[in-house]
Structure formats: structure tokens, C-alpha cells
T-cell receptor, first 111, second 115 residues
Framework: DQQVKQNSPSLSVQEGRISILNCDYT??????FLWYKKYPAEGPTFLIS?????DKNEDGRFTVFLNKSAKHLSLHIVPSQPGDSAVYFC??????????FGTGTSLTVIP | DAGVIQSPRHEVTEMGQEVTLRCKPI?????LFWYRQTMMRGLELLIY????????DSGMPEDRFSAKMPNASFSTLKIQPSEPRDSAVYFC?????????????FGSGTQLSVL
């Protein structure tokens, strides 16, 4: 049973435009959310996170939004660059517990 | 720091053979996780340890899978006997601990192919 869902397996965006990746979760006990980026033949690397006490966290071109009532978070990348082409995983956890990951969204940024 | 180190990077074996995947976590990290990546389930947690003690192994598919962490700097994931459906990328990850805001650091993974 997937507690974290990424319903879009892939996304294509023109360079310079905004990329929006979405993630839904089912467990209201999750209190920390993360996004990971994965290039082929490499392990996932941490990108950005947000605590459940916040609704937005920004780091350069990357912003994560959290809507607790909808159990939904999104990652915005502005402007998108070709180097952003990768698979993005959404993850969630409760303190003292495991990390639950989604199935990933493959982002392609077209030059 | 060298990061999480996994070996081998690639493993090709025949059905029925024993496979052992190895992981060295980041020094000072107290929690270690084994994940399997598949198209259908994404990153699926198999087992995780805290202070070398298994905390949750409910993700281990079946008795053919076993994991150990004999000390703070080494863990193994063993599949015996291996089957073609075990073919996947296996990731090891570590974190400082299990506090809410801890982040996972992943190794480069082991690409396992069972023929």
C-alpha cells in the first residue's frame, strides 16, 4: 500500500519555464517531507525538505509547497534547466520511523 | 567523507545462486536502510537498522532475503537462492539517526541481474 504517491511518471518542460512535480500522501502523521533527485546510475541525492509546521520552503530555484489539509506537496523549479532532467522522488516520514518514498517522476527539460 | 559506499556496483548471477550486497555507511551515522528500486513500486524499503539493531524488516520480500549489521560500519543484504524477479537496483542509505529532520544519504546502488 503506497503511502506516498506520485501519479505522474513523467513530465516534459521547456528550458526556462516552470516545472511542477506533485506528490500526495495518505498518512496524516507524517511530519517531515523531502524531495530527492536521481540521475541515471547514481543514488538519489537530497534536494529540499519541509517540516509539517510550514507550508513553503525555498532554496534558490527550488520551492516546496505543503498543503496539509489536502495531503499534497509539490516541488516547483523555476527556471527549469536541462541539468534538472532527472527522476524526482518525494518522501515522507514520522519521527523515529522510516522514510516512505513515491514511485518517482521523470523530468525532462527540453533545451 | 566518502559517502555511503556500496559494492559491487553490478552483479550478474544465475538463478539459484547466493548474492551478497555490501554497504559501508557514512561514519558517525547510526541508522542504515536498504531499499530496492523497481518501476512499479519506486523506492521500496526492505529493512532498516538503528545502532546496528534491526528495527523493521517487514519490507523483506520473503525468507530468501536476510540482512545483517555486525558493526556500525558494515552491513550486508543476502539473497539465497536468488530468482529472476529479484533483478533490481538495491540502494543502501544512512542517516545520523531517526529524528524527524534527519536526511537520508544514499549510496550509488548495486544493479542486480538474476538470469
Amino acid at each position: 500500500d503506497q503511502q506516498v504517491k506520485q501519479n505522474s511518471p513523467s513530465l516534459s518542460v521547456q528550458e526556462g519555464r516552470i516545472s511542477i512535480l506533485n506528490c500526495d500522501y495518505t498518512n496524516s502523521m507524517f511530519d517531515y517531507f523531502l524531495w530527492y533527485k536521481k540521475y541515471p546510475a547514481e543514488g538519489p541525492t537530497f534536494l529540499i525538505s519541509i517540516s509539517s509546521i510550514k507550508d513553503k520552503n525555498e532554496d534558490g530555484r527550488f520551492t516546496v509547497f505543503l498543503n496539509k489539509s489536502a495531503k499534497h506537496l509539490s516541488l516547483h523549479i523555476v527556471p527549469s534547466q536541462p541539468g534538472d532532467s532527472a527522476v524526482y522522488f518525494c518522501a515522507a516520514r514520522m519521527s523515529g520511523n522510516q522514510f516512505y518514498f513515491g514511485t518517482g517522476t521523470s523530468l525532462t527539460v527540453i533545451p | 567523507d566518502a559517502g555511503v559506499i556500496q559494492s559491487p556496483r553490478h552483479e550478474v548471477t544465475e538463478m539459484g545462486q547466493e548474492v551478497t550486497l555490501r554497504c559501508k555507511p557514512i561514519s558517525g551515522h547510526n541508522s542504515l536502510f536498504w531499499y530496492r528500486q523497481t518501476m512499479m513500486r519506486g523506492l521500496e524499503l526492505l529493512i532498516y537498522f538503528n545502532n546496528n539493531v534491526p528495527i523493521d524488516d517487514s519490507g523483506m520480500p520473503e525468507d530468501r532475503f536476510s540482512a545483517k549489521m555486525p558493526n556500525a560500519s558494515f552491513s550486508t543484504l543476502k539473497i539465497q537462492p536468488s530468482e529472476p524477479r529479484d533483478s533490481a537496483v538495491y540502494f543502501c542509505a544512512s542517516s545520523l539517526g531517526l529524528a524527524t529532520n534527519e536526511k537520508l544519504f544514499f549510496g550509488s546502488g548495486t544493479q542486480l541481474s538474476v538470469l
